[in-house]
């Protein structure tokens, strides 16, 4: 599986990436402040070991999904018409590629929204899951 993702992931595709994973690791924060805030109410345990540690946990959730549907496990809806694959580029020219625009997330493939998903996902449990998990050692 790990060959599948290497040879879908293109350098176009870093900066979908990472935009998705400030805005899920910026939601996630805001939720970690609040749950710090309203439910924390003895104080005996600091913002680092419970809250980013749940936070770690629901991130290592969701890149289990998207490795999941990486592989072909889908939850069709009844009424719903599968999408065509959009063909690409035929030839590799590099005159093709001189005027092309960055890339945004829309219009990336199916497979490689799934793939910046999945690694945009890990990033932000390693992001979470090291700092709780030093504060849980010390």
């Excluded at 496990?73 to 580029?89: G, P, T």
Aim: some cysteine; glycine content about 4%; hydrophobic content about 50%.
């Amino acid at each position: 599986m790990i060959k599948k993702i290497r040879m879908i992931f293109q350098k176009y595709m870093i900066r979908p990436m990472l935009y998705q994973c400030v805005a899920k690791f910026a939601v996630a924060m805001v939720l970690c402040l609040l749950w710090d805030k309203f439910l924390n109410q003895g104080g005996y345990r600091s913002l680092a070991e419970n809250a980013l540690f749940v936070a770690g946990c629901i991130f290592l959730m969701l890149a289990w999904i998207q490795y999941l549907r990486l592989d072909g496990v889908r939850i069709h809806h009844l009424l719903e018409e599968k999408e065509e694959k959009k063909k690409k580029h035929i030839t590799k020219d590099m005159v093709d590629f001189v005027d092309e625009k960055v890339i945004p997330f829309g219009e990336l493939d199916d497979d490689e929204r799934i793939v910046c998903r999945f690694l945009g996902d890990l990033l932000c449990a390693l992001v979470c899951l090291i700092p709780s998990l030093i504060a849980m050692m010390v």
